[in-house]
């Protein structure tokens, strides 16, 4: 039996504080573009319930469930994250496109797999681009790093492929 959607934050919040430590949680925020210090509370506890209800209220708690996901994918996360997370990869939708779209046709197992997958070559990217920005010559960035974000960028495309066409099934 699935869990009530009510518990889902609840659940969440104490999966990142079992996690993730206060430092990561710092870091959490900000890739996820939220400011730390200007979440309420105090303790770790406090700042990931305030980091959830933060981004309920922006309709962004998909983002934050992917970076969990990609992060931690060994913790059992909540029932119902890896629905969460592809609404992330997704054009935006309304609420009740959202929930009928997640009631109607829930994530196979390849699908959630794919997901994760893109999430941690994203991440990858961004690191990546990040390096690469540390040089003031594109000339002088390292051949190896160049392939890598050729490659990396190609894998993403291949996911996103198989995904749309697993969606189309």
Same mark, same amino acid.
């Given at each position: ?49 305030? %980091? =959830? +209800? ?10 934050? *469930?992917?970076?969990? !996901?990609? @992060?931690?994918? &060994? ?51 961004? %690191? =990546? +681009? ?10 002088? *960035?390292?051949?190896? !790093?160049? @392939?890598?974000? &050729? ?19």
């Amino acid at each position: 039996m699935s869990q009530p959607r009510a518990l889902f934050p609840s659940r969440l919040r104490q999966g990142i504080t079992d996690a993730f430590s206060a430092e990561e949680l710092i870091t959490l925020c900000s890739d996820l573009g939220v400011d730390y210090e200007s979440l309420g509370g105090e303790g770790k506890e406090a700042k990931a319930r305030e %980091l =959830i +209800e933060h981004l309920v209220r922006r309709d962004q708690l998909a983002p934050l *469930v992917a970076y969990c !996901l990609s @992060k931690r994918p &060994r913790y059992p996360w909540p029932e119902g994250s890896n629905e969460v997370a592809e609404l992330s990869a997704t054009p935006s939708l309304d609420a009740a496109q959202t929930a009928s779209a997640t009631a109607i046709r829930p994530l196979s197992e390849e699908q959630a797999s794919l997901q994760r997958q893109l999430v941690g070559l994203r991440e990858n990217l961004r %690191l =990546i +681009e990040e390096r690469m920005s540390e040089f003031v010559e594109f000339t002088a *960035v390292p051949l190896q !790093l160049v @392939k890598n974000k &050729r490659q990396t960028e190609a894998r993403i495309a291949e996911l996103e492929r198989r995904l749309a066409g697993l969606a189309r099934d």
